[in-house]
């Protein structure tokens, strides 16, 4: 991708913020090839040979892919608490490197994100570091505890306009505490996002319960203990009236719950990550607590499953659960060792191996999975715009053709915990273009 300006003055056109961008020549949604005029924070104009206006900064995006920005749905920035994993400004840089202008922040910080105070300070640092759009999620029970519920209605009526709750890292286990959770959320258009996991189930678990934790002499995670919640609450979604989301869906089990429950009307959306569109237990063999997550690695046939979920709308989007991790905390023995895997650098260029490459989703379906459908999920007004006149210039341009290797020595994530160091991965962030302004250049973060 190469860059020029018309000719102004210095006082019309910065470099991190021009009088005017024209990218030229990209394929919007992967279809026909279009350029695109950003001016003054939207989109002007997209069409074919567009006028670029004096001082505009000329993007040459041939053979590039237009996306709306992405939309993370689930993201740990850590903040309050845990900042020697992540910050709000690291976390946000390493999504605008990983094409997101958007990011919905877990509540499992410390303090917890459970009263409006906590969550507005969330919110105000995503403001401040100006790389992404961070939308706090509100935990929903105090403390995270899951003995009684939260100030939910103080933090949707909060400065942060908080629209989805989880306790995420935990489960809401009592079936009366998650029925009234989701009875009040229905009052401001909230949802419920479930983190699956039955606790009783899985005491002492360590990766999932198959012929692989049985060889390697492991505590079996089973897919029931995550598949019996699901079943639970879209029986109670459907019950209430009201909206549920399940949370990082990793069982063939799971998707079968969900379709019958979107079969019947039942309004529940789900994601499922990158990693467990790839992974298996079978890494686990390696005995490296890079591949120890929550929900832990499945089966073949269960990444297959989601898969399958995913190219058919089962599956609503694909969410990071981008879980930071200091050296130490994964540097230890497999039992002693933190879950969790950074994701937000890697997650298009794995739903592009997994899904595109394999002829599963579409570009326009990519923009649909982890754009459009997550900001429709979290309520994000100015997020998941198509790229039309007149919409929120909040986009990126991804060159799908490079396949490098993976570094995370090299991620603005201030974690290292990636499990695909060395994997070669298609494609490059070319550009990603937050409110009119390009945060990243290049697959490198634009210094302001």
């Known amino acids: 991708m ?41 989109i002007e104009a ?9 001082g505009a900064e000329i993007v040459d995006a041939d053979g590039c892919i237009l996306l709306p920005g992405l939309v993370d749905l689930h993201t740990h920035l850590r903040e309050p608490g845990g900042e020697e994993a992540e910050t709000v400004e690291t976390g946000t840089r390493a999504a605008a490197r990983g094409g997101f202008t958007a990011v919905h922040a877990m509540a499992n910080t410390t303090p917890v994100g459970d009263t409006a105070g906590v969550v507005e300070q969330v919110a105000r640092r995503g403001d401040s570091a100006g790389w992404c759009v961070v939308r706090p999620v509100g935990a929903v029970t105090v403390g995270l505890a899951g003995e009684r519920l939260a100030e939910l209605d103080a933090m949707a ?24 959770a989701l009875e009040y959320v229905k009052s401001f258009d909230g949802v ?12 002492g ?35 209430v009236g009201s909206r549920l989301h399940v949370c990082h869906l990793s069982t063939a089990g799971s998707v079968d719950i969900i379709r019958w429950a979107k079969q019947r009307g039942i309004a529940v959306t789900a994601e499922v990550t990158p990693h467990h569109l790839l992974l298996t237990d079978e890494n686990v063999r390696q005995f490296d607590a890079v591949f120890k997550v929550n929900p832990p690695l499945r089966t073949a046939e269960d990444v297959e499953a989601v898969r399958a979920g995913l190219a058919d709308g089962t599956i609503d989007i694909v969410a990071t659960d981008h879980a930071p991790h200091p050296r130490d905390a994964k540097d230890r023995e497999w039992d002693q060792a933190a879950m969790g895997m950074t994701g937000l650098e890697t997650a ?31 309520r994000d007004e100015d997020q998941g715009r198509p790229l039309a006149a007149g919409e929120p210039a909040n986009l990126l341009v ?36 937050l409110a009119g302004r390009p945060t990243v250049r290049d697959g490198r973060v634009v210094e302001r």
């Open 205 to 239: 678990a360590q990766m999932h319960e198959g012929v692989v934790s049985a060889e390697l002499g492991l505590a079996g995670w089973p897919a029931v203990a995550e598949e019996s919640i699901i079943a639970r609450d879209v029986l109670l979604a459907q019950h």
């Open 192 to 203: 419920i996002a479930q983190h699956a996991q039955d606790p009783r189930l899985t005491e």
């Open 2 to 42: 190469t860059a020029e300006t018309t000719p102004s003055s210095p006082s019309t056109a910065a470099v991190d913020a021009p009088a005017a961008l024209l990218l030229r020549g990209g394929r919007p949604y992967g279809e026909d090839v279009a350029d695109v005029l950003v001016r003054d924070g939207r």
């Open 157 to 180: 009526n909060s400065r942060a306009r908080v629209r989805v709750f989880s306790d995420d890292g935990k489960c809401v286990h009592d079936p009366v505490l998650m029925r009234r």
């Open 348 to 378: 298009l260029s794995l739903v592009q191996r997994t899904m595109v490459d394999e002829g599963r989703l579409s570009w326009r379906d990519v923009a649909r999975v982890l754009s459009e459908k997550p900001a429709e999920i979290g």
């Open 398 to 433: 991804w060159d799908p053709r490079p396949v490098r290797l993976a570094d995370p020595e090299e991620h603005a994530s201030l974690s290292r915990n990636s499990p695909f160091a060395g994997l070669e991965l298609p494609g490059l962030n070319r550009l990603t273009v």
């Open 46 to 54: 997209v069409g074919p040979d567009l006028d670029a206006p004096e």
